[in-house]
């Protein structure tokens, strides 16, 4: 058998860190998904090009967007302490709101404004209560920076810790109910 000369297309999954393959495996295929914080845009083309979706970002640093649209990737530079104004009732399948949670003033309202615009919402975030956190924080004394950070927690404009437990109380406060 000989080799083609020509190029092919690669159609292996592009490589994922392990949280947004975690974030991936709840959006179902050719959904229409607005990933809030999106960063470098990494989720949002793996979703395009492994599950069909039409995706669109936003993001808040110059760096992230110009990463999107170095992918391909529909974006928009906003701050989501704003809200979502801009988007109207129902206009996505599937809201993202990944390892961003914890750099929001206003997590409330942006949870609200995720499930006014989105079917359903799908939020990640780093759990502070795991053992191997507090374990850490034992054997240190500091806490454990998680993967994927983009800066050192105090170069953050506003960083909080908290846990699963301290999530699923503020979602039962604000009225939000946690599906998986």
């Known amino acids: 058998m000989t080799r083609s000369p020509f190029l092919e297309t690669d159609n292996r999954p592009l490589p994922l860190r392990a949280d947004l393959q975690v974030v991936a ?12 914080g999106c960063g470098d845009g990494a ?15 936003i993001e808040i640093s110059e760096a992230g967007v110009l990463a999107c ?13 704003e809200g979502l104004a801009d988007y109207p009732d129902g206009s ?10 914890p750099f929001l003033s206003n997590a409330g309202r942006i949870l609200s404004e995720m499930l006014r615009v989105g079917q ?6 780093p759990n502070w209560g795991n053992w191997r ?46 599906v998986e």
Do not use: H
């Not at 989720?43 to 970002?57: F, H, I, S, T």
């Not at 996505?92 to 949670?101: E, K």
């Not at 359903?120 to 975030?125: A, E, K, P, Q």
């Not at 960083?159 to 503020?170: C, E, L, P």
């Open 43 to 57: 989720l949002l083309e793996y979703l395009v090009k492994q599950k069909q979706v039409k995706g669109r970002g």
């Open 120 to 125: 359903r919402g799908v939020v990640s975030f």
């Open 25 to 36: 495996e709840f959006i179902p295929s050719q959904t229409r998904v607005l990933d809030l």
């Open 92 to 101: 996505f399948d599937y809201v993202v709101l990944s390892q961003t949670l």
């Open 133 to 178: 956190c507090r374990l850490e924080l034992l054997l240190t004394g500091r806490m454990p920076e998680p993967p994927g950070l983009p800066q050192p927690w105090y170069e953050a404009p506003r960083w909080q810790a908290f846990t699963v437990t301290d999530f699923s109380r503020f979602c039962r406060l604000i009225n939000v109910r946690i």
């Open 69 to 81: 649209v170095r992918r391909g990737i529909s974006v928009r530079q906003g701050n989501l302490n």
